[in-house]
């Protein structure tokens, strides 16, 4: 179920959190977001809390979870791939810009 919500942390366009994906209401038709999400969704599916767990706590897991997701969103023409390596540099995980290219590589 998709909620469009004005509630998502400054800076992001949208959220997964199985059963319902959240996106800010100017991307409400933004295909590419809204599948980006649908990876997130998939993997969430009955071990949600298991997931965000690992999400919150593990930059590895974290790092794999938005490659998978951006990737998706890549493939569809949605961000460039460099619009996506700026994008992971919001995510705490460590990384700089060229390590972010090599991991969407
Ligand atoms: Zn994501």
Do not use: C, N
């Amino acid at each position: 179920m998709i909620i469009t919500t004005k509630l998502i942390v400054k800076g992001f366009s949208g959220f997964s959190l199985w059963p319902f994906i959240f996106v800010r209401p100017e991307h409400r038709s933004d295909f590419s977001l809204i599948e980006h999400e649908l990876v997130h969704y998939r993997e969430q599916a009955w071990i949600t809390p298991f997931w965000v767990l690992l999400y919150l706590v593990s930059r590895k897991f974290r790092l794999g979870a938005e490659v998978r997701a951006y990737t998706r969103q890549i493939e569809l023409g949605g961000v460039s791939k460099g619009e996506a390596a700026h994008a992971l540099l919001s995510y705490r995980l460590g990384i700089s810009y060229s390590e972010a290219m090599r991991a969407l590589a």
